[in-house]
């Protein structure tokens, strides 16, 4: 089957996910914001970096509609196309009511407003793709798809806002980018332990458990373990499935990242945000910043020495390091890709995405995350 991805804010980011999970043949950039996978299904709850996803049809549309089953249809329609608009797009929806009402049918259409895209609260909201005869249409050139569902944005919320400890100095990792780490580490696989050496107050721990995986979570910090078992602790008590005897197992303990020995159980994949050094309010100034990039290579080097003689061959690591705002608008993070290969580590590389692209960042950050993968030789 083939679907059409809406992508996420770093669409670029959002396609090295996908090609993690289905292999580059698979995924075909399309448009900006927009990739076709092929694939059984898409695990949309799980990919941190794909908004929407429709299943493309193989039969004209109004076939497609004609035969929902009995019941209430509520319908909607996304046209990403390049010159779409919001009032043809309202015209095609009405269409297909008066088309349905025709045979007897009772449609209640979802408002799409001055955008000829649905937004994400809307679809989510009037459970699109989500529910029996809850239909999202979605256009896009000579594309025309069935939504599946959209991003849980208040599930997303949630996760990350009610936690119970948390750190405004440590910083607290967007879920959605914890699930796209887990998911460059793990290429998909469904099980095995992901190591966290830098958990902090456990966001990919806590993402890991809930994909399924046994988590692993070191800190320098004794306070950070603390945390991080709150947290986890409350993800599980909200959560029937991580209760289970056969839940996902979590392992926690203080140690520095540059010499401890990991031996509660062997990791299967690393997935961390390292240190990103004090928070800052304006970019460094350069010699602040060469003395920041220093440090910041230090630990990762130091890190990647001592883990690289605790895991197999082929281990995957998916690291957020630091990369700071220059005065200029650029950004300028921690040279390793030089010394990779004498680490003992190959670069992972991406057909879409190209190192540069993988930096996680907002417009107002001074600290952004540059995203670097790599494999254990
Ligand atoms: C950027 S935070 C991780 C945040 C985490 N991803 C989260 O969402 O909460 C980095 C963490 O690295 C820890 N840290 C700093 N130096 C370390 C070291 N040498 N070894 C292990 N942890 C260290 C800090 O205590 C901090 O909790």
């Known amino acids: 089957m083939t679907f059409l991805l809406v992508l996420g804010r770093e669409p670029k980011i959002s396609l090295a996910e996908l090609e993690a999970i289905f292999s580059s043949s698979k995924v075909k950039h399309i448009a900006p914001q927009l990739a076709l996978v092929t694939a059984h299904s898409i695990p949309l709850n799980?990919?941190?970096?794909?908004?929407?996803?429709?299943?493309?049809?193989d039969e004209p549309i109004q076939d497609f509609l004609s035969k929902l089953p009995d019941g209430k249809i509520t319908l909607g329609i996304s046209d990403y196309s390049e010159h779409a608009n919001p009032r043809k797009t309202w015209e095609l929806a009405l269409k297909y009511k008066n088309m349905l009402k025709r045979h007897g049918r009772n449609v209640r259409l979802v408002p799409n407003g001055k955008s000829p895209i649905l937004t994400s609260a809307a679809s989510h909201h009037n459970q699109l793709g989500e529910k029996t005869n809850h239909i999202e249409i979605v256009k896009f050139s000579k594309y025309t798809g069935i939504s599946?569902?959209?991003?849980?944005?208040?599930?997303?919320?949630k996760r990350d806002q009610a936690r119970p400890?948390?750190?405004?100095?440590?910083?607290?990792?967007?879920?959605?980018?914890?699930?796209?780490?887990?998911?460059?580490?793990?290429?998909?696989?469904?099980?095995?332990?992901?190591?966290?050496?830098?958990?902090?107050?456990?966001?990919?721990?806590?993402?890991?458990?809930?994909?399924?995986y046994s988590a692993y979570g070191t800190d320098l910090s004794e306070k950070m373990i603390q945390y991080s078992q709150k947290n986890l602790d409350?993800?599980?008590?909200?959560?029937?499935?991580?209760?289970?005897?056969?839940?996902?197992?979590?392992?926690?303990?203080?140690?520095?990242?540059t010499d401890h020995q990991w031996k509660a159980t062997r990791p299967d994949y690393i997935a961390s945000e390292i240190y990103l050094g004090h928070p800052l309010s304006a970019p460094p100034a350069e010699i602040k910043l060469k003395q920041l990039q220093q440090d910041a290579k230090m630990l990762l080097v130091g890190f990647l020495k001592n883990i690289g003689?605790?895991?197999?061959?082929?281990?995957q690591l998916a690291l957020a390091t630091p990369s700071w705002k220059r005065p200029d608008g650029s950004y300028s993070g921690v040279n390793i890709l030089d010394e990779i290969d004498k680490l003992g580590y190959n670069a992972i590389k991406y057909r879409y995405a190209s190192y540069d692209d993988l930096l996680y960042y907002r417009e107002d950050q001074i600290?952004?995350?540059?995203i670097i993968v790599l494999r254990k030789k």
């Open 46 to 57: 799980r990919l941190g970096g794909t908004i929407k996803a429709a299943q493309i049809l």
């Open 234 to 257: 409350w993800i599980a008590s909200r959560t029937p499935r991580l209760q289970k005897s056969n839940a996902p197992k979590l392992y926690l303990e203080a140690g520095d990242a």
């Open 309 to 315: 003689s605790q895991i197999s061959a082929g281990t």
């Open 165 to 212: 400890a948390r750190d405004a100095f440590v910083g607290m990792l967007p879920p959605k980018l914890a699930q796209i780490l887990i998911n460059l580490a793990t290429t998909g696989a469904k099980s095995g332990t992901i190591l966290d050496p830098f958990c902090g107050t456990g966001v990919i721990l806590q993402e890991s458990v809930l994909m399924g």
């Open 148 to 157: 599946i569902g959209t991003q849980n944005i208040t599930a997303y919320a």
């Open 367 to 370: 600290v952004a995350r540059q």
